[in-house]
C-alpha cells in the first residue's frame, strides 16, 4: 500500500498568517494516464470532508485562490495564506492512483 | 445540487450484519464511481471500498474482503454497503463519496459492540 506521510501533525497560526502542509509518499502518484490523483481535503468539526484540491493543484469551484496545491512524483505542499478562521480544521492529503486508496494521517490547523 | 444522505447505520453486535444506504441525488447517478469511506471515532480518514459506475468492478481493502460487498441501484440512484461479520475494528463513521471524491455525505455512525 502507499503510504502518505503527512507533516506536521498540528499547526497552530494566527488569523492572517500563511502555512504550508506537506504530504509525501512512498511511491510516484503518476499514473499510466500522465496524471497525478493527489488531493487535498479539509475536515472543519464537526463536518463531513470536503474537497479543496484535485490533481495536485486544481481548485474545486468555490475554494479561494488563498488556498494552492504544487509537487510531483512523491511530494506535495499545501499552501494556505493569510488563514481565516473557516480554514480551521483537519486537512488531509488522499491519493487515487494506486489501489487501496490512502489517506495521510492529517494536519489539525488551530487558532493560536 | 448534489446531496447524497446515508442511512442504516446503529448499535451492532459483533458478527451480526448490517446494511448501510446512501441516496443521491443532483447528479446523473449512473454515470458516476462511488465510494465508502470510514472514520473510526477520533482517527483520520480509510477508504473502504469504491465501485465502477456500472457496477461491474468493485475494489475493497484487505481488512474487508470477504465480509463487506459494496452494490448500487442505478434506477433508484442508491449506492449500499452490506456490511457482514462485523467487528469491533469496524466502528466508524462511514461516508459515502462520489468519485473522485468530489463530494461526501453527512455520514452515518455504525457501533460493533456486545
Known amino acids: 500500500d502507499v503510504v502518505m506521510t503527512q507533516t506536521p501533525p498540528s499547526l497552530s497560526v494566527a488569523i492572517g498568517q500563511s502555512v504550508s502542509i506537506s504530504c509525501k509518499s512512498s511511491q510516484s502518484l503518476v499514473a499510466s494516464d500522465k496524471n497525478t490523483y493527489l488531493n487535498w481535503l479539509l475536515q472543519s468539526p464537526g463536518r463531513s470532508p470536503k474537497r479543496l484540491i484535485y490533481?495536485?493543484?486544481k481548485l474545486d469551484s468555490g475554494v479561494p485562490d488563498r488556498f494552492s496545491g504544487s509537487g510531483s512524483e512523491k511530494d506535495f505542499t499545501l499552501k494556505i495564506s493569510r488563514v481565516e478562521a473557516e480554514d480551521l480544521g483537519v486537512y488531509y492529503c488522499l491519493q487515487g492512483t494506486h489501489l487501496p486508496w490512502t489517506f495521510g494521517g492529517g494536519t489539525k490547523l488551530e487558532l493560536k | 445540487e448534489v446531496q447524497l444522505v446515508e442511512s442504516g447505520g446503529g448499535l451492532v453486535q459483533p458478527g451480526r450484519s448490517m446494511k448501510l444506504s446512501c441516496a443521491a441525488s443532483?447528479?446523473?447517478?449512473?454515470?458516476?464511481?462511488m465510494a465508502w469511506v470510514r472514520q473510526a471515532p477520533t482517527k483520520g480518514l480509510e477508504w473502504v471500498a469504491t465501485?465502477?459506475?456500472?457496477?461491474?468492478?468493485?475494489y475493497y481493502r484487505d481488512s474487508v474482503k470477504g465480509r463487506f460487498t459494496i452494490s448500487r441501484d442505478n434506477a433508484k440512484s442508491t449506492l449500499y454497503l452490506q456490511m457482514n461479520s462485523l467487528r469491533s475494528e469496524d466502528t466508524a463513521t462511514y461516508y459515502c463519496t462520489k468519485l473522485p471524491f468530489d463530494y461526501w455525505g453527512q455520514g452515518v455512525m455504525v457501533t460493533v459492540s456486545s
Open positions: 490533481q495536485v493543484s
Open positions: 443532483g447528479f446523473t447517478f449512473s454515470n458516476y464511481g
Open positions: 465501485i465502477s459506475y456500472d457496477g461491474s468492478s468493485t
